[in-house]
């Protein structure tokens, strides 16, 4: 045993600097009272990018992009795992209030609690309306915005276009038909297995594995609901976002998975309105394009921070 572990020490040894700021660590920080999971990497003092993670996932959406990156060049990376996603704490919904602009402050106060003053934000899905909470509250802090299939605009979310649709009317009067329906989905999730199993978005076995999980944890459901309930406020907010980015002037890359048929490709295109400068890049991939193609969508973000390295310090 104990050759075995100089052994393991020697071969430790060697490895260099630059290796051990690649490779991630994990842990949990304590947030308003909740044990906030995190995943990070690279040097503190380096240029920091913020990744906040969409829905249904969590930080695992962006382990092996964050890990690259880190590998890559000089940059700090770190997400977190939103209260009630991955391995954060899941309070109920009477302890904890599940909206979006309670989860963006949570966010808020972690990055404060992390000494995160200065940030470029990479933000999917949920991450869209949290991220761009934290914009509007403190602009300045914001260094370069890269967005993935998340949207600002309706151009990009069919399902929210007709005002009389279900969505819009569920979001003015919280239908429970819609509730007990996103209930029966949720409690029908699988363990995933060869028979039967269907990954259309190609999130793999392991975070789907993480997201039934999480989900399926006493009390989740009616948070989720709760928080879908509450996107209405979202959409209510995207003119407001929109003048944000308009004002903003800072680097923008924008990278879509076309095969998502929930927030669409003209969300994409949609930023250049706002954001003229917007480096936009339609892939051949899913709704979760960091683990359906992690080595391109790397490869895009680690070309646009070497580009922008001196507006990201």
Do not use: C
């Not at 599940?98 to 000494?115: C, I, M, Q």
């Not at 594995?209 to 989720?224: K, N, S, T």
Request: aromatic residues 12%; hydrophobic residues 45%.
């Amino acid at each position: 045993m104990y050759r075995l572990l100089f052994g393991l020490a020697m071969a430790l040894s060697f490895l260099s600097p630059a290796t051990w700021a690649a490779s991630l660590h994990e842990g949990w920080q304590q947030v308003d009272g909740l044990e906030l999971f995190y995943r990070e990497a690279g040097d503190p003092h380096a240029p920091t990018v913020v990744f906040l993670h969409g829905n249904p996932l969590s930080s695992i959406m962006y382990a092996q992009v964050m890990e690259e990156l880190a590998a890559s060049q000089s940059v700090h990376v770190i997400a977190m795992d939103y209260p009630s996603f991955g391995y954060s704490d899941a309070p109920d919904h009477i302890r904890y209030r599940y909206t979006f602009d309670h989860l963006a402050e949570t966010v808020s106060h972690f990055l404060k609690l992390r000494g995160i003053a200065r940030y470029a934000l990479y933000m999917q899905d949920y991450g869209v309306p949290v991220g761009f909470r934290l914009i509007s509250a403190n602009p300045r802090a914001i260094t370069a915005i890269m967005v993935q299939n998340g949207v600002i605009h309706l151009d990009g979310f069919p399902a929210a276009q007709d005002p009389d649709g279900e969505l819009r009317r569920h979001w003015q009067h919280r239908n429970p038909a819609v509730d007990a329906r996103r209930t029966a989905y949720i409690r029908a999730l699988a363990y995933p297995q060869a028979a039967h199993w269907s990954d259309e978005d190609h999130a793999g076995a392991d975070a789907t594995l993480q997201m039934i999980a999480a989900f399926q944890r006493p009390g989740v459901i009616d948070a989720r609901n709760d928080l879908w309930f509450d996107y209405g406020n979202n959409v209510a907010r995207y003119p407001a976002w929109q003048a944000s980015l308009r004002s903003l002037h800072v680097p923008v890359l924008v990278l879509w998975g076309r095969q998502d048929q929930f927030f669409t490709t003209p969300g994409a295109e949609a930023y250049r309105r706002d954001a003229p400068q917007a480096e936009v890049h339609i892939l051949d991939s899913t709704h979760f394009a960091t683990l359906d193609a992690p080595d391109q969508v790397a490869a895009l973000v680690g070309d646009f921070l070497r580009r922008h390295r001196d507006e990201l310090h």
